[in-house]
């Protein structure tokens, strides 16, 4: 007689060949469909094996749930039957309707280490089901959360990275299948397209007062918005979700109406709809009666606490969200300084609404990072602060505005501080999209591993949007992990050819992997007006053409020395120039150049890391 039984979809074969191995050599009789000989009838010969097996291992995996998983599905249903079924993840995926009662063992990222706990679960969950006795209780398998854990997590990046995908929910709590959702973007049937930025507006509010719900998955903006004209099944499935908020609204002369409604991602059927009409300054008390409702749709039971956090940093005043909504949008887009005059009207209008304070604090951080120096960098700073501590303090519990306190401090080379920031923020919020970037990003500069599972808690949140390649390349490189790097800058670089982020990381990774002729292609390639081009083509010419480098240096010199200070530390240094690299560091500290956040981890700082003057510098900004 067969132990074990393999269900697997044929596509993951090299996938679950190292799961096949580990069993066997821990003395477990595996068939799996290799074991189909030439001129066998594979049918007759794998409902013989399914019959017999005393356990049924099924993978679940993106493949195996998707429409051609039918195999699959039809071998999950028969070992339910016989109370052989075993289920496994390789993939961050819920198995299908009807499969979920039984708890499936999370093997993504597992690379074939037999004393991996994660591997020790399934054998011992196998070896119960042959037994016929209890399965033993499932070993969590969790990324750390919080920055109040500084240590860094050793093992390959697929495999941390994998591990903080499929903990999106482990990270709170051990969340029922059914408790994820994708807010869509609401119609907007005012009849007037300028009047998109409320209607998608009043959406995201939703998410961000669904965020707050610690057990909730909630998908992010980018994604969900890209699924504005998909039908519910799609939208679901894309998103990685179990249920859709879709819904519409109109503003009328004093009134507001807003249709809501929750739909099953599977079945399509409504799960709880509800049309709101009420006066335009009830638009608050509508949000948070929608927040609720989904929850309680969800079986999610919401205490007094938690629903008055719902609404927290809210406003009544239409005027006030009006000019918010429309102010946030800008800063979407970019156009900072405009966006900050819509979020002045804003708080003109409510001087209590916490949220434009957070945006406008962000928005003076973004100003303040690529335009302003000297004097003016440090005012802009100092009022940004001034702002994300105002909206702390109307908000105490907010992540988006402890978050925004951390980027000020960052920009303000005051990592101590920042560090606690972004900290408060993870634990007041850390579902939210905006939250968990910033805070991985600050993590990866300060060259902690944690940053990993959080951009991947972070994608599988946001599993559409095109520069998560990008983003995941600049982290990889502030991790030293080049290979890597490389290879997410080139799969960003596929879908933006000329993105100068994905080119910075390209060049780096590929400078600190002793590959100056490919580092000065992609230096090239970046704009001239910025920076980072001269003082990459200087690196990457340093040790092949030092005439080059010196041209590059000179003309970085010449035109950034007012504002890229850092940069030209990063050349002397990579050229070999100590003295130079510390007299530009020196000044990029007193330029407040927002570069040094990078001091700790940056590959051109490597030459000059051993000099005992270098000890001070990461001392001097605060680097845990």
Request: aromatic letters at 6%; a neutral charge.
């Amino acid at each position: 007689m067969t132990d074990l039984f393999v269900s697997y979809k044929s596509e993951d074969r090299a996938r679950v060949a190292p799961l096949v191995a580990a069993l066997e050599a821990d003395g477990i009789s595996v068939w799996w469909d290799t074991h189909i000989g030439s001129g066998s009838s594979w049918r007759e010969s794998i409902e013989t094996n399914l019959s017999r097996a005393g356990c049924v291992l099924v993978v679940w995996s993106e493949r195996s749930v998707g429409s051609e998983g039918s195999f699959v599905r039809d071998e999950a249903t028969r070992s339910l039957r016989r109370g052989t079924y075993l289920p496994v993840r390789i993939d961050p995926v819920e198995p299908p309707l009807g499969f979920g009662e039984t708890q499936a063992a999370s093997l993504i990222g597992w690379r074939g280490d037999r004393k991996d706990p994660r591997y020790l679960e399934v054998l011992g969950a196998a070896r119960a089901v042959l037994a016929g006795t209890p399965r033993p209780s499932p070993q969590a398998y969790q990324a750390k959360r919080g920055l109040d854990r500084r240590l860094v997590i050793g093992g390959s990046v697929a495999a941390v990275a994998a591990a903080g995908a499929g903990g999106w929910w482990a990270l709170h709590r051990q969340g029922a299948p059914g408790d994820s959702v994708a807010v869509l973007p609401f119609e907007n049937l005012s009849g007037d397209p300028t009047q998109a930025y409320f209607s998608d507006g009043i959406a995201e509010e939703l998410r961000d007062a669904l965020t707050r719900i610690a057990s909730l998955k909630v998908a992010a903006r980018t994604s969900s918005e890209l699924m504005r004209d998909a039908d519910v099944a799609t939208a679901a499935a894309k998103l990685g979700v179990a249920n859709i908020l879709t819904g519409s609204v109109r503003r009328g002369s004093g009134t507001l109406r807003i249709n809501a409604q929750l739909v099953d991602g599977v079945s399509g059927l409504t799960r709880w709809s509800e049309a709101y009409t009420r006066p335009i300054g009830d638009a608050l008390a509508i949000q948070t009666g929608i927040a609720e409702s989904v929850a309680s749709a969800l079986s999610i039971t919401l205490g007094g606490v938690q629903k008055a956090l719902l609404a927290v940093g809210g406003t009544n005043n239409p005027r006030a969200r009006d000019a918010y909504l429309q102010g946030v949008e800008l800063v979407r887009k970019n156009e900072n300084e405009r966006a900050i005059e819509l979020l002045n009207a804003a708080i003109a209008a409510d001087p209590n609404f916490a949220k434009p304070y957070a945006s406008r604090a962000d928005a003076r951080v973004i100003i303040a990072a690529k335009s302003l120096g000297g004097g003016a960098l440090r005012a802009e700073l100092t009022n940004a602060e001034a702002d994300a501590r105002r909206a702390i303090s109307l908000a105490p519990n907010w992540g988006p505005a402890l978050s925004a306190l951390g980027a000020v401090l960052e920009n303000r080379l005051d990592l101590r501080g920042a560090a606690s920031a972004f900290d408060a923020a993870l634990k007041a919020s850390a579902n939210d999209a905006v939250v968990l970037r910033k805070a991985a990003n600050f993590l990866a500069r300060q060259g902690n591993r944690e940053a990993i599972a959080l951009y991947s808690r972070l994608e599988a949140s946001d599993p559409l949007r095109a520069r998560n390649p990008i983003s995941r390349a600049a982290m990889l490189v502030n991790l030293g992990l080049f290979d890597d790097a490389i290879t997410s800058a080139q799969a960003g670089l596929a879908s933006f050819p000329n993105d100068p982020p994905a080119l910075y990381a390209l060049a780096l990774a590929q400078l600190a992997k002793g590959q100056p002729v490919e580092a000065l292609k992609a230096a090239k390639r970046i704009p001239p007006e910025l920076p980072f081009g001269p003082a990459y083509v200087a690196a990457a010419t340093a040790t092949t053409d030092r005439a080059a480098s010196d041209r590059a240096l000179k003309e970085l010199i010449d035109n950034h020395s007012d504002n890229a200070q850092y940069q030209i530390a990063e050349a002397h240094s990579w050229r070999g120039e100590k003295d130079a690299a510390f007299q530009a560091l020196g000044r990029a500290w007193d330029a407040l150049d927002p570069g040094l956040a990078n001091l700790k981890t940056d590959p051109l700082l490597v030459p000059i890391r051993s000099d005992p003057r270098f000890g001070e510098w990461p001392r001097k900004i605060g680097f845990s």
